[in-house]
C-alpha cells in the first residue's frame, strides 16, 4: 500500500520562503510520477507542480512558474517543493499525490490520481 505523508507548511509572511516535504513508503518510487495539489478554501483543488521519469521531467502551473522548484530523493524516497516568494493567493494545504499508471495528459487532474497524503497547510500573511 502506498503511503504519502506531507510536512513543512506554515505561517509565512508575504516573500518569505518554505520547503514541503512528502515522504512516500510502499511504492517502487523511481519509475512513479510524482504531484503536489493545492487546495484553499471554497477552491477545487488544483495542480501545482509534478515530477515525471525519476526527476527528468518537471512540469509547473503557471501561478507558481519561477517561484517554485519541485524535486526528487530517490535515496530518501522523498520528493519537495521549495515555495520562493510566497504571496497570499498561495495559502492553501498543499497534498502530495501519485498513480503508478499516470498518463502524461491526465497530469493536472486531481481525479486521476489514486493516492493522497493528508496535506499540509502553507498560509501567506499579507
Known amino acids: 500500500q502506498v503511503q504519502l505523508v506531507e510536512s513543512g507548511g506554515g505561517l509565512v509572511p508575504t516573500g518569505e520562503s518554505l520547503r514541503l516535504s512528502c515522504r512516500v513508503s510502499g511504492a517502487t518510487f523511481n519509475t512513479y510520477t510524482m504531484s503536489w495539489f493545492r487546495q484553499a478554501p471554497g477552491k477545487e483543488r488544483e495542480f501545482v507542480a509534478a515530477?515525471?521519469?525519476?526527476?527528468?521531467?518537471?512540469y509547473y502551473s503557471d501561478s507558481v512558474k519561477g517561484r517554485f522548484t519541485m524535486s526528487r530523493d530517490s535515496a530518501e524516497s522523498a520528493v519537495y517543493l521549495q515555495m520562493n516568494s510566497l504571496k497570499p493567493e498561495d495559502t492553501a494545504v498543499y497534498y502530495c499525490?501519485?498513480?503508478?499508471?499516470?498518463?502524461?495528459?491526465?497530469?493536472?487532474?486531481?481525479?486521476?490520481?489514486?493516492?493522497w497524503g493528508r496535506g499540509t497547510q502553507v498560509t501567506v500573511s499579507s
Open positions: 515530477n515525471r521519469r525519476n526527476g527528468e521531467l518537471t
Open positions: 499525490a501519485t498513480n503508478p499508471r499516470l498518463i502524461l495528459s491526465a497530469l493536472r487532474q486531481p481525479s486521476m490520481y489514486n493516492y
